[in-house]
């Protein structure tokens, strides 16, 4: 019976891990599914030396989704606010299917499930953490990083290569630069499918100008070959590589300083990803990446924010499934109720309809949190309150999901089981730092409080409970050897394994969104992503931030350097982009004198 027991532990924490919370690359679905389904589941400074100042105007013509009938798909998805339901609606007209769970499998994670994770799986990990903290090897705290500190042990990093670098007044231009984007990570399973879309959406050797890079030369080779047989390039010559290892300096010379724009798939980026954005930083060169690893991208900030202001490289993290969809959607919120309402947004309600699956690359980075492999560094105050100028913005966002299950009776709900979506928390994070660095955020502002709010929306109550307590098993189970060794070693994919071609064409991301004004105003949104999440759409949306970096110049809401989110950064002209990819966006206003709604 213990044998059964253990065998039925461990085939459910190969699914719930599959929604971990460390990469929202993974989506929430079913508990107990066949092995083989993997369901569940973003200054001006003028005059600058390398500040381009060229209109890219007649480069977008022929790159941004050029021919009439991509044009029209775009206009058909950028909708009106009366067509906000058909976005709503999109899912079914596209023939996608919401994750469902049996009876039977509601009633197994109920009986045994559950009362096996009270008395085996938290024991033993409540323990094993326990003895962790209490051994003389583990306990070390945190350092404490300051603008000081953190500009010291830049400059440590920087001065490895000190000699190699020109004066940041002698910096080629971007526009003269030899590539528009560099891909960086093409050999992993998300970067592959992101040089497969840029070859198939942008040709190979024609006006758009790119590379991909990895460490691996004969990766690299046959990563440009999948894509000839493909037919997306005529030749393997047509697709430039540079080899580079992110852990040695040297080698990244080469891959920033004569780019526009970095796209970077490599994580975890704790691990291959500080030299990337220091060196974009020095170069002035922008940079894209999927990370979701908010703890290293305020270290980065603190590190190499002032930099990156001098150079005016433009460093935008989090451009995947992590977190462009809520922190998207709650700056059209925002941006709507402002114009149309004349009211300040005070809170924001995000549900989400989703099916994905996960990689062996998202399983990585997520046992790399889980393993303390890097622990995030303590700050004066948090980085994500940072306004332009250094100073702590008087614009607060707190997180007030709730960790059950509840019955929504809002607009954005339409009434069904909703359950704690694993990303909620990052996600959060992005939307307060976007929140910091919105109008007023620069430290003199009103002071106001965004509360931001997410949830999975489920068919049923089953598919609710099995959501919200699937990944506390699976978490759980990882957390100590007994259980967790066998699902790293049997159970979890490996690093280049990730859901087959299929499993991303059936996966999808609706988000509907509700807004709420101090003053009554009601705004409600819809955003719909067509394919699998974390890596489809992921590959998507990072292609397209680094190319809105590099070619989207003067049309972009920020003209200097530093660190930004998506929403930011490039806006409504990434928006438009992403809407050519195949994405709908709609919004309204809800024009009713209560802030609750049961439309």
């Not at 590589?241 to 010379?253: E, R």
């Not at 950064?569 to 990434?574: H, K």
Request: glycine residues 10%.
């Amino acid at each position: 019976m213990i044998r059964k027991l253990s065998c039925v532990l461990l085939l459910a924490s190969q699914k719930v891990t599959n929604i971990a919370a460390f990469s929202s690359r993974t989506t929430a679905s079913s508990f107990f599914t066949s092995s083989n389904k993997i369901l569940s589941r973003n200054l001006s400074r003028p005059n600058h030396p390398n500040q381009h100042r060229r209109s890219f105007a007649n480069t977008n013509v022929a790159l941004k989704m050029t021919s009439s009938s991509k044009e029209a798909e775009a206009d058909a998805n950028l909708v009106h606010s009366r067509d906000v339901d058909a976005v709503y609606n999109a899912p079914v007209a596209d023939g996608k299917r919401r994750p469902l769970n049996s009876t039977v499998e509601f009633l197994i994670t109920a009986m045994v499930g559950v009362p096996l994770f009270l008395t085996v799986v938290l024991p033993l990990s409540a323990v094993f953490q326990v003895g962790k903290k209490v051994l003389p090897v583990a306990g070390e705290s945190a350092p404490l990083v300051t603008d000081a500190n953190a500009t010291a042990n830049a400059k440590d990093v920087l001065e490895v290569e000190a000699d190699s670098f020109p004066p940041i007044s002698e910096l080629t231009p971007l526009a003269e630069r030899k590539y528009d984007a560099v891909l960086l990570g093409a050999t992993g399973f998300t970067g592959g499918i992101a040089a497969k879309y840029m070859a198939q959406q942008y040709g190979c050797g024609k006006e758009l100008k790119w590379a991909i890079a990895g460490r691996s030369q004969k990766k690299l080779d046959a990563i440009r070959q999948e894509i000839v047989t493909l037919g997306f390039a005529p030749a393997v010559d047509s697709i430039d590589t540079i080899l580079v290892d992110t852990s040695q300096p040297s080698t990244v010379h080469g891959l920033v300083k004569d780019t526009r724009s970095i796209i970077t798939t490599a994580g975890p980026f704790c691990k291959y990803g500080s030299n990337v954005v220091a060196f974009c930083a020095r170069y002035g060169t922008n940079y894209a990446d999927i990370t979701g690893e908010t703890g290293w991208n305020k270290e980065m900030i603190v590190k190499y924010e002032d930099l990156a202001k001098e150079t005016g490289a433009k460093i935008v993290s989090l451009c995947g499934n992590d977190s462009i969809p809520w922190d998207m959607t709650t700056f059209k919120l925002r941006q709507l109720m402002s114009k149309e309402c004349k009211d300040t947004i005070s809170k924001v309600k995000c549900y989400d309809q989703l099916k994905g699956g996960i990689s062996g690359g998202t399983i990585d980075t997520m046992l790399t949190a889980i393993d303390g492999k890097y622990v995030e560094p303590r700050f004066e105050f948090d980085p994500y309150l940072r306004t332009r100028d250094g100073k702590k913005s008087m614009n607060k966002s707190k997180n007030a999901s709730s960790q059950l299950m509840t019955k929504s009776d809002t607009l954005g709900g339409h009434g069904e089981w909703t359950s704690p979506f694993v990303m909620a928390a990052v996600n959060g994070e992005v939307v307060k730092r976007s929140q910091a660095l919105s109008e007023g955020g620069n430290g003199t502002g009103s002071g106001s409080t965004l509360t931001y709010e997410e949830y999975v929306v489920n068919p049923s109550f089953k598919e609710a409970f099995l959501g919200w307590f699937g990944p506390i098993l699976g978490l759980t189970a990882l957390l100590n050897p007994i259980t967790g060794v066998p699902m790293r070693k049997f159970l979890l994919p490996k690093p280049g394994d990730g859901p087959t071609e299929k499993q991303r064409e059936y996966g999808y991301l609706l988000v509907s969104g509700v807004g709420e004004g101090q003053n009554g105003s009601l705004v409600r949104s819809e955003f719909y992503f067509p394919g699998d999440p974390g890596y489809k759409e992921t590959a998507k949306m990072v292609v397209e931030s680094g190319l809105c970096l590099a070619l989207e110049g003067d049309r972009l809401p920020e003209q200097g350097g530093g660190f930004f989110t998506p929403s930011v950064a490039m806006g409504d002209i990434l928006l438009e982009r992403l809407c050519k990819t195949g994405c709908k966006f709609a919004s309204k206003v809800v024009r009713m004198p209560k802030l609750k709604s049961n439309l």
